[in-house]
């Protein structure tokens, strides 16, 4: 039987509410029907950099009680733009917003489900990760299981990378099968180019377009230092969030930048910045992706939008064939909310959704706690 959900999620980029309407038919069949980013407000943005920064009890309380305003706001945004009333969803998933990710320990994420349920009128799957966290994972990556039931190719092996705020991998040997199937983050993806961005020129969010970067020259020895960090000769199972790779790590890599130059400007460290995602995301797939795999890559997430990321990529990657998530499926900013759309229609019918290969859980666990209408 088809069934219409609505996925909700922020992620680390911290772009804005993702909401994708999704009609599912079954564990392998998942149609868009359409999708919206109802974006952050520089207060908004800043309020959840604070609160992960220094926020107190009562801060973290009402930033819970806030975005869950905000994921309403965002859902209703996407039903009235296609004419469709709440009451004919079964589900909303929301995945929220994350403010602490430990991996192995604890994953934090804030969007009062209630307020959620209350304002919409429908039943609410949140809190994902903790029940992965809970049997022994890392509580990520959790898109995997869409990855594998969804996207994968029914034929040969495939990649899947997407390029959010972090970076993480998929590899999934045939679509629909679990065995052999493995996902592990990479690193920074967008969060250090565009918390780097923000720290040379005050007033702007990212590096639209890739342009500064493409303008500036990367410090290559200052990203070969960085590559030397912890988590890049850490095997899988392992995940990452803004407590490793944000702001005080992106201070981190001006300071280095500026040190080895003092006349290297912002576009410098931006290009950086941006020469440290492209190569730990190649590294990465050299050191922990099965041998002799398949060279099919789809990307997907912000950084599909970033030419210059793109091109550097295509430089590294030229033994795999890159494609564009939008170009295989639908419109890859869409992916991740339509992927917990997804894990949500999963839990209500009693179907794991943690890959147990990917997190480093004991077992595979059905994920997420609901909220009545």
């Given at each position: 039987?088809?069934?219409?959900?609505?996925?909700?999620?922020?992620?680390?980029?911290?772009?804005?509410?993702?909401?994708?309407?999704?009609?599912?038919?079954?564990?392998?069949?998942?149609?868009?029907?359409?999708?919206?980013?109802?974006?952050?407000?520089?207060?908004?943005?800043?309020?959840?950099?604070?609160?992960?920064?220094?926020?107190?009890?009562?801060?973290?309380?009402?930033?819970?009680?806030?975005?869950?305003?905000?994921?309403?706001?965002a859902?209703?945004?996407?039903?009235?733009?296609?004419?469709?009333?709440?009451?004919?969803?079964?589900?909303?998933?929301?995945?929220?917003?994350?403010?602490?990710?430990?991996p192995?320990?604890?994953?934090?994420?804030?969007?009062?489900?209630?307020?959620?349920?209350?304002?919409?009128?429908?039943?609410?799957?949140?809190?994902?990760?903790?029940?992965?966290?809970a049997?022994?994972?890392?509580?990520?990556p959790?898109?995997?299981?869409?990855?594998?039931?969804?996207?994968?190719?029914?034929?040969?092996?495939?990649?899947?990378?997407?390029?959010g705020?972090?970076?993480?991998?998929?590899?999934?040997?045939?679509?629909?099968?679990?065995?052999?199937?493995?996902?592990?983050?990479?690193?920074?993806?967008?969060?250090?180019?565009?918390?780097?961005?923000?720290?040379?020129?005050?007033?702007?969010?990212?590096?639209?377009?890739?342009?500064?970067?493409?303008?500036?020259?990367?410090?290559?020895?200052?990203?070969?230092?960085?590559?030397?960090?912890r988590?890049?000769?850490?095997?899988?199972p392992?995940?990452?969030?803004?407590?490793?790779?944000?702001?005080?790590?992106?201070?981190?890599?001006?300071?280095?930048?500026?040190?080895?130059?003092?006349?290297?400007?912002?576009?410098?460290?931006?290009?950086?910045a941006?020469?440290?995602?492209?190569?730990?995301?190649?590294?990465?797939l050299?050191?922990?992706?099965?041998?002799?795999?398949?060279?099919?890559l789809?990307?997907?997430?912000?950084?599909?939008?970033?030419?210059?990321?793109?091109?550097?990529?295509?430089?590294?990657?030229?033994?795999?064939?890159?494609?564009?998530?939008?170009?295989?499926?639908?419109?890859?900013?869409?992916?991740?909310?339509?992927?917990?759309?997804y894990?949500?229609?999963?839990?209500?019918?009693?179907?794991?959704?943690?890959?147990?290969?990917?997190?480093?859980?004991?077992?595979?666990?059905?994920?997420?706690?609901?909220?009545?209408?």
């Amino acid at each position: 039987m088809s069934e219409l959900g609505l996925g909700l999620m922020s992620g680390t980029s911290l772009d804005g509410v993702d909401a994708a309407l999704v009609r599912i038919d079954g564990p392998h069949s998942i149609h868009l029907e359409g999708w919206h980013t109802h974006p952050y407000d520089a207060g908004e943005r800043d309020a959840v950099l604070d609160v992960i920064a220094q926020g107190s009890v009562r801060d973290l309380a009402m930033l819970h009680r806030q975005l869950g305003k905000k994921f309403v706001r965002a859902a209703r945004a996407l039903l009235d733009g296609l004419d469709l009333p709440a009451g004919e969803l079964s589900f909303i998933a929301s995945h929220g917003q994350t403010v602490w990710h430990e991996p192995g320990r604890v994953s934090l994420q804030l969007a009062c489900p209630a307020t959620i349920a209350e304002g919409l009128g429908v039943q609410v799957v949140s809190d994902f990760r903790s029940r992965d966290v809970a049997a022994g994972g890392q509580g990520a990556p959790l898109v995997t299981i869409a990855d594998a039931m969804l996207f994968g190719d029914p034929d040969h092996g495939r990649a899947l990378l997407n390029i959010g705020g972090m970076a993480n991998v998929t590899w999934v040997p045939r679509r629909g099968e679990l065995t052999g199937v493995m996902a592990f983050d990479t690193g920074p993806g967008v969060a250090v180019i565009d918390a780097v961005a923000r720290r040379t020129e005050p007033g702007t969010r990212f590096d639209d377009g890739g342009r500064r970067a493409a303008a500036g020259a990367a410090s290559v020895p200052v990203v070969e230092e960085l590559l030397t960090d912890r988590f890049f000769a850490t095997a899988p199972p392992k995940s990452t969030g803004r407590e490793a790779f944000g702001d005080a790590y992106a201070a981190r890599l001006i300071d280095l930048v500026t040190s080895r130059d003092p006349a290297a400007t912002g576009d410098d460290c931006v290009a950086t910045a941006l020469e440290l995602t492209a190569r730990s995301i190649r590294m990465q797939l050299d050191q922990w992706l099965p041998k002799g795999t398949d060279r099919d890559l789809v990307v997907s997430g912000g950084g599909a939008r970033n030419p210059t990321l793109l091109a550097r990529l295509g430089d590294l990657l030229s033994d795999w064939t890159l494609r564009s998530f939008d170009d295989e499926f639908f419109d890859g900013d869409a992916k991740e909310a339509a992927a917990f759309a997804y894990l949500g229609w999963r839990a209500l019918h009693g179907l794991a959704g943690n890959v147990p290969n990917a997190t480093g859980a004991v077992g595979p666990r059905v994920l997420g706690s609901v909220t009545p209408a």
